[in-house]
């Protein structure tokens, strides 16, 4: 027997318990888990400041796009055409596939 009350209420545990997986873990799963992204966050910052002393620019970014104002049209293009995004997949997948064979 169904309460009114209680329909469309009751949710799985997981999805309320966001932290669940963090609970679960040890202390040395947790720190791993912490340090991993600390490194990936350092990596993107040594990228950036990387990018910034290539470029000679405060914002990389907007250097780099100006010379490839084209990569958002190719964006639009497989968003639009999902077979000519599968079909640049698969060359891209092959292409690695043969040149790491060489």
Same mark, same amino acid.
């Given at each position: 027997? /169904?309460?009114?009350?209680? /329909?469309?209420?009751?949710?799985? !545990?997981?999805?309320?318990? #966001?932290?669940?997986? &963090?609970?679960?873990?040890?202390?040395?799963?947790? $720190?791993?888990?912490?340090?991993?992204?600390?490194?990936?966050?350092?990596? !993107?910052?040594? #990228?950036?400041?990387?990018?910034?002393?290539?470029?000679?620019? %405060?914002?990389?970014?907007?250097?780099?796009?100006?010379?490839?104002?084209?990569?958002?049209?190719?964006?639009? #293009?497989?968003?639009?055409?999902?077979?000519?995004? $599968?079909? &640049?997949?698969?060359?891209?997948?092959?292409? /690695?596939?043969?040149?790491? %064979?060489?």
């Amino acid at each position: 027997m /169904v309460r009114a009350g209680a /329909v469309g209420t009751h949710l799985p !545990a997981s999805s309320l318990d #966001i932290f669940g997986d &963090l609970r679960k873990m040890n202390k040395r799963q947790l $720190y791993y888990q912490v340090l991993n992204f600390a490194m990936i966050v350092s990596s !993107a910052l040594m #990228i950036w400041k990387g990018l910034i002393v290539l470029t000679g620019s %405060e914002s990389p970014i907007v250097v780099v796009l100006r010379f490839l104002p084209y990569v958002g049209m190719v964006t639009i #293009i497989m968003n639009d055409y999902p077979k000519f995004k $599968y079909a &640049l997949l698969a060359v891209m997948g092959a292409y /690695v596939l043969l040149k790491r %064979e060489s």
